[in-house]
C-alpha cells in the first residue's frame, strides 16, 4: 500500500476531527454499536442528549491504524471534542458520573453547541468517500 | 498469554512507586481491568496517566490485550 494512500486517511481523519465539534470513532454506529465500550460511551453522550458525529472505524483497518498514529492512542473508542482527545470509554464514563463530561461538551465552550440536535447521525462525509474509493 | 499478575508487575516495574491492582476481566485471559495508583500521575491529565500505562504494552493492545480497562490515581 502506498504512503499516499496511508495519507489520505490520515488526512480525512485530521479533517473530520477539525470539522466536527465532537466526533466520535467507533466500532459499529450509534445505533447499532459492535463493541461494548463504544455501545457505554455512545450510551453516555446520548443521556447527556449531545449531539456528536459518528465514525465506523471497522470497514478499513487502516481508519483506525491512523487514528491512533494522529492520537497517539490505542484503543476505540475515542472521542474527540473541539479537536481534542478527550478519552476513551474508561475516561467518558469517569467524566460523565462526575459531570464533567457535561462541561466539556456544553458548558465550557463558546456556547455554539444546541442540546438535542440531532446531528448524532452524521458520519464524518471525507471517510465515507475515501471508504467508498478505495473499498 | 499474559495473565493479571504479569501486567500488575510490568505496570509496577514501569512506572516508579505505582501500585496495581489488575483483574481479568472475563476470565478469559485478553480483556483485563487495572486501577493503578501513582506518584507520576499528579499533575498530568488523565490523557496522560492512560498513555504512561498503554505505552509500557505497546502493540499488545488491541493484540493480545484486547481491553485494558483503566482507572488511574494518584496517591491520597
Known sequence: MSNAEHNQIRDAIGAAIAEHETILFMKGTPDAPACGFSARTVAALQALQAPFAAVDVLPDPRIREELSAISQWPTIPQLFVKGELVGGCDIVMEMYESGELAQTLSVDGDGSQELGAAESEAVAPGLTQIENRLG | ?76
Open chain 2, 1 to 76: 498469554m499474559p495473565q493479571a499478575e504479569e501486567i500488575k508487575q510490568r505496570i509496577e516495574a514501569a512506572i516508579p512507586g505505582a501500585s496495581a491492582e489488575v483483574e481479568d476481566w472475563t476470565g478469559g485471559g485478553d480483556h483485563f481491568k487495572a486501577t493503578v495508583t501513582a506518584a507520576a500521575f499528579a499533575g498530568r491529565s488523565r490523557i496522560e496517566q492512560h498513555r504512561l500505562v498503554y505505552e509500557i504494552f505497546g502493540t499488545e493492545i488491541g493484540g493480545p490485550i484486547h481491553a485494558l480497562s483503566l482507572k488511574t490515581q494518584s496517591p491520597q
